[in-house]
T-cell receptor, first 108, second 119 residues
Framework: DAKTTQPNSMESNEEEPVHLPCNHSTISGTDYIHWYRQLPSQGPEYVIH???SNVNNRMASLAIAEDRKSSTLILHRATLRDAAVYYC?????????FGKGTRLHILP | GAVVSQHPSWVICKSGTSVKIECRSLDFQATTMFWYRQFPKQSLMLMATSNEGSKATYEQGVEKDKFLINHASLTLSTLTVTSAHPEDSSFYICSPSDGSRRLSNQPQHFGDGTRLSIL
């Protein structure tokens, strides 16, 4: 089972960086690490993904541990619009199975 | 731009009514469609997987006669909640795939969801 473990919730102040952790100790060599987020009353939205190397895009950065058993999603400067549930997922086959995710609260 | 179009966004209807939800893949041929359900404060749960032109595969605990899936074309799949009751009230989300997503190192795309409220 491609299981990930994330904190249930986190808080951050607006305009500060946010580090969202994810543990995936059962990751296999071909599993990509995907992050999606879900804003209130919307479908999930892709954030970022990676395999071994750290990744950056316009939304976030993904830091992957050397042993790949954990990763961290980094939002460099959180805004109120980043308040959402963030899901860390091991992409093992075509279907995406969601865990409970981390509910991120942004404080103004 | 959006690659998935899901309609309606929300629907309120009386108990016993059947409700159809449409999901269109706009940018690619959806050989596979995933349907999810999400109850308040919970995560998305995969309900069923359909392949174009064949019968859907339902996850354990999901009634196939209650949730009818039609996937007759590569751009459209529908989920019909038959004889809906209040316990079927939920947020339904579709997710099309062309089957090559992982090979081409692409993310999965999701519809914006349909909020179904049964009175």
């Amino acid at each position: 089972d491609a299981k990930t473990t994330q904190p249930n919730s986190m808080e951050s102040n607006e305009e500060e960086p946010v580090h969202l952790p994810c543990n995936h100790s059962t990751i296999s060599g071909t599993d990509y690490i995907h992050w999606y987020r879900q804003l209130p009353s919307q479908g999930p939205e892709y954030v970022i993904h990676g395999l071994t190397s750290n990744v950056n895009n316009r939304m976030a950065s993904l830091a992957i541990a050397e042993d790949r058993k954990s990763s961290t999603l980094i939002l460099h400067r959180a805004t109120l619009r980043d308040a959402a549930v963030y899901y860390c997922i091991l992409d093992r086959d075509d279907k995406i199975i969601f865990g409970k995710g981390t509910r991120l609260h942004i404080l103004p | 731009g959006a690659v998935v179009s899901q309609h309606p966004s929300w629907v309120i209807c009386k108990s016993g009514t059947s409700v159809k939800i449409e999901c269109r893949s706009l940018d690619f041929q959806a050989t596979t469609m995933f349907w999810y359900r999400q109850f308040p404060k919970q995560s998305l749960m995969l309900m069923a997987t359909s392949n174009e032109g064949s019968k859907a595969t339902y996850e354990q605990g999901v009634e196939k006669d209650k949730f009818l899936i039609n996937h007759a074309s590569l751009t459209l799949s529908t989920l019909t909640v038959t004889s809906a009751h209040p316990e079927d009230s939920s947020f339904y989300i579709c997710s099309p795939s062309d089957g090559s997503r992982r090979l081409s190192n692409q993310p999965q795309h999701f519809g914006d969801g349909t909020r179904l409220s049964i009175l």
